[in-house]
Each structure stands twice: as structure tokens, then as C-alpha cells.
């Protein structure tokens, strides 16, 4: 089955960076779209960035600047570069594909299950 696994969430402190990873696994014929989102309690969750299978990328306006996003498809992971972080960037951050897999060849939408990030001020 095809699956998400991120990593780097992590405690840092306001100003300062952190990288997370999430990569994908499982019988993968193609993988779309890959993405980043955020959410708090009590509140939905947000796209953050955006890359597409060309390269193609977008951000949030909240983060433009500061965030980047990219992928390497040897390895079916995409990264999130976090610099200049806030404290108001804590939130859990999830993962996402777009990808064409299993034996039925079905494209779904595949999420991770969340990394926490703290920015302490």
C-alpha cells in the first residue's frame, strides 16, 4: 500500500530553520503533485506550499519568502525549507500526494500523519 512518512518536526526557536522530509512508499506508478499543510486546533487546515510534478511551485502568502519547497523523485520525498521562523508557524504539519499506484492503478490523494513544529518566541 502506498504511504506517507515524514520526519524533522521538531522545537526551534523564533528567527531559526528547520527542514522537514516526507517521502513516499509502496507500489507507486506515478506521483502528481506533492504538497505541505498546516493545521491548528480549532482551526482548518491550510495549504503552505505546493510543488508540481515539473517544479512548478506556490506558497502561501504567509510564508512566501521564507519557506521552500521541493522534490526529489529518485527518492518520492518532498521538502519543506523553513527559515525565519515565527510563532506563529507552530502548527502540525501534514504531507500530501497526488499519486497514481496500487495494483488497480488508481490515483489518489495520499496524506502523511503530521509532524509537530513549535517556534518558541
Known amino acids: 500500500q502506498v504511504q506517507l512518512v515524514e520526519s524533522g518536526g521538531g522545537l526551534v526557536q523564533a528567527g531559526g530553520s528547520l527542514t522537514l522530509s516526507c517521502a513516499a512508499s509502496g507500489s507507486i506508478a506515478r506521483i502528481n503533485a506533492m504538497g505541505w499543510y498546516r493545521q491548528v486546533p480549532g482551526k482548518q487546515r491550510e495549504l503552505v506550499a505546493g510543488?508540481?510534478?515539473?517544479?512548478?511551485?506556490n506558497y502561501a502568502d504567509s510564508v512566501k519568502g521564507r519557506f521552500t519547497i521541493s522534490r526529489d523523485n529518485a527518492k518520492n520525498t518532498v521538502y519543506l525549507q523553513m527559515n525565519s521562523l515565527k510563532a506563529e508557524d507552530t502548527a502540525v504539519y501534514y504531507c500530501?500526494?497526488?499519486?497514481?499506484?496500487?495494483?488497480?492503478?488508481?490515483?489518489?490523494?495520499?496524506w502523511g500523519q503530521g509532524t509537530q513544529v513549535t517556534v518558541s518566541s
Open positions: 510543488i508540481t510534478s515539473g517544479g512548478s511551485t
Open positions: 500530501n500526494a497526488d499519486i497514481v499506484g496500487g495494483y488497480r492503478l488508481l490515483r489518489n490523494v495520499y
